[in-house]
């Protein structure tokens, strides 16, 4: 499905990656989203959970519709590039998660966004910002987030 809804969503932007430290203190809002089974399925595949190398092969406790945690965390940067950006010229390279926790199952019918806040901003010279951005995903319905992590992403100019 993907987007599901802008409702409620907001942008933190900047006119050029060099104010990338304007951002600093800013939060955003992602619209909601909900992820596909035929994504899922192809998520599974592509990174070999379709294939159990244990003997509870077939079992699934957690039923149907799990989306897996590190095929949600593979969603922040669709998710963070419609909420968190720059104007200018500019390339935002991953550069890695901290803190990651799953804190509640997130399913293919369960609609999520997710909030940011931008807690520091770190000047790498000539290489561009280092902006390190606090996430939760919110599932619509609970108060238990989904995840939380912390994204890095150099922003640098192109």
Known sequence: MGILSTEGATTLTVPHPSQAPALLGGTFTTPWFVVDDER?????KASYH????HAYEGEDEYG??????FHLLSLLDVLCNHSLWSEGP???WNYGLDNVRFVSVIRTTDPFRVHGHVREVIDRGDQGHLVVTD??????GRE?????????ALWSTV
Do not use: S
């Open 90 to 92: 500019w390339i935002a």
């Open 135 to 140: 996430l939760r995903a919110e599932v619509r």
């Open 144 to 152: 238990r987030p989904g995840f939380v992590a912390t994204q890095r």
């Open 64 to 69: 149907d519709g799990l989306v897996e945690g």
């Open 40 to 44: 899922t399925k192809d998520f599974e």
């Open 50 to 53: 379709d294939e159990y190398p």
